[in-house]
């Protein structure tokens, strides 16, 4: 799990599946939904579960995006502008 902010200072945090969640997830019918249940530690008393419910087949976008490599900022100030079309 990790924490960060948004823009605007709001809170949120990030949540890692194991490999084989993964894999068993990519199983299902890419319609079929899930709902993942987040629970506090028993030591935050005030704190209730978050359900959050999406579909197979937004995972699958969501991993597919998180496995495109990332190119470094030095690759990208040597790399030549696309050319652009006279229409």
Sequence with gaps: KE???DASGNPFYVYYFGGSAIERLE???PREAVQVELTPSPIDKGKTPVRIAFEVGDLRAAHAFAMIP??????LAAAEPAPTSGH
């Design 70 to 75: 990332k190119v470094s900022a030095s690759a």
């Design 3 to 5: 924490e960060d902010e």
């Design 27 to 29: 199983l299902l019918d």
